[in-house]
């Protein structure tokens, strides 16, 4: 914890009232110097996150081994002692795409370039067998059929298709998939904060309406995600640290049995939570939670297909 120079002037900069310690007892401000250095300002910004250590380590370890039981600590009003759930899933999104971004990838097509910058496999030596073929042999042959028949695509179609010719002249198989994956996981924060409210929703749906708000059913939805995005950060990180050991066979498999644990875990993690937050029966738990998972993957499946539409717009 930084340590927090209080000022000598006892006025609160904010309310004027006299202040004898750290806090103001009028507005709550601390009385310090307005103006901190770089480091001042980020250890206070991971504090305030944090909520100091005790509470920061005390919501994770109930976050990951006591499934639901904080949403209920929080709804019952005993939130002092951990994270709120909109600053626990802000920081733990936050540290997690932090760190995925700066994980390599495993495979990157573009890896070698030329001195022009230009990669390798866009150039002559490109390999034919990895050619992205759509079957039409330009762009112009796309542009001559639509007009000797409009109705030959329909016009979606016919723009994602004319599309797609544009990226098969210029990428190959694998640096098109490569680029896509990179797009898509640059956009997985905000594929996020689309989806939230629709998992929500789909809970609000479920439960009984006189007995759970759909506030109830969001702060549920944050220690979820919360939860599964740690799960995500967890693994990604130890896969790391043993990446370049994997030419061990038993590192190979300790890294592999480590992975379907943890998404093991995350995937059964779901029905304990949803058992002791909402009260249902294990058979009632089950049944419904298996209908909200049919559910969210088709909602999934659709936000995937719009993600996919507009990244492919935005690749050139």
Known sequence: MSKKVIRRDKTCLNCYHVVEKLHCPNCGQENIEPRKTFHELFIHFIEDLTHYENSFWKTIRN??????????????????????????YIFISFVTFLILSLIPTKFDPFANVTVDGVPINQTENRAENDAFDLGYSSVAEIDSIQKFDPEYFGTFEYSMLRKMQMLSEKYTAKEFAFLFAESLRNNLPKLLFIYLPLFTFVLYLFESKKR?????????????????????????????????????????????????????????????????????????????????????????????????????????
Request: glycine fraction near 4%; charge should be positive; proline fraction near 3%.
């Open 63 to 88: 976050l990951i081994f006591k499934p639901g039981s904080l949403t209920r600590e929080y709804l019952s009003g005993r939130r002092m002692s951990y994270l709120a759930p909109f600053r626990l």
């Open 212 to 316: 759970w708000y759909y506030f109830d059913h969001g702060i549920f939805t944050l220690h979820y995600f919360s939860f599964l995005l740690l799960m995500l950060l967890i693994v990604q990180i130890v896969k790391s640290i043993l990446n370049p050991l994997t030419h061990f066979t038993l590192i190979q498999i300790v890294s592999k049995l480590f992975t379907i644990a943890v998404y093991g875990y995350a995937l059964y993690y779901f029905f304990p939570a949803h058992h002791r937050f909402y009260k249902s029966t294990r058979l009632v738990t089950i049944i419904k939670g298996s209908l909200m998972f049919a559910i969210n993957m088709i909602l999934l499946l659709i936000i995937f297909v719009g993600a996919s539409i507009y990244i492919l717009q935005k690749m050139h």
